[in-house]
């Protein structure tokens, strides 16, 4: 049995704004193993909104077909390996199928918050065909309340620090450990 995440499972017959190709695609494995973005502690530190956008997101590791894409946008080229960001509802389909801003590879740990803000704004709130109506819905809802929480870019690295993620030359990296227990 291979990496399957919840959402798939639970997504069911929600899945109602997406046309038969892509539900099709997007009940497929993702192309790559990941581990969710949120953390047990989340709802102590963060906004009601920040905790459905860190629900939203995965951490995951460059494979090939990621390296070899010609990422728009980007100065540097991405290596193999180097942890990337992406939206865990259209993971599954292929790189040139997903909405605008479906993944970002933050060169710094304080570098994810930031990615995370243009993933929800621009991806999840926006162009991904993937997420349901209802959900789209609620995010763009609590991003108009515009709520406070103490947390913020530190706490967002800190996190990512917690879930194994350290800098390298190339970007981030997932320690061994963590690295291994992706994989499962």
């Known amino acids: 049995a291979g990496f399957r995440p919840s959402f798939l499972a639970a997504a069911g017959g929600r899945l109602n704004n997406m046309s038969a190709e892509l539900r099709g695609l997007a009940s497929l494995q ?5 581990m969710s973005l949120s953390l047990a502690c989340d709802d102590e530190h963060l906004s009601e909104y920040q905790i459905m956008v860190r629900k ?3 951490v995951f590791e460059a494979q090939p077909e990621d390296v070899e894409s010609n990422t ?20 599954s389909l292929p790189l040139r199928q997903r909405g605008r801003g479906a993944v970002y590879y933050p060169a710094k740990l304080q570098g994810v918050y930031q990615a ?6 621009s991806h999840l709130c926006e162009s991904c065909q993937c997420i349901d109506d209802p959900l789209k819905g609620e995010l763009k809802q609590l991003r108009e309340r515009r709520d406070t929480a103490s947390g913020g870019k530190q706490y967002w ?3 990512a620090r ?16 963590a690295s291994a227990q992706q994989q499962q």
Do not use: W, Y
Request: proline share 4%.
């Open 30 to 34: 993702p192309l790559s193993p990941a």
């Open 56 to 58: 939203q997101l995965e």
């Open 72 to 91: 728009q946008g980007r100065k540097k080229q991405v290596a193999l390996g180097q942890v990337g960001i992406r939206c865990k509802h259209c993971s």
């Open 116 to 121: 995370a803000q243009n993933m929800a704004s």
């Open 157 to 159: 690295a800190d996190g």
């Open 162 to 177: 917690a879930l194994g993620l350290f800098e390298a030359e190339d970007g981030l990296r997932l320690t061994g450990e």
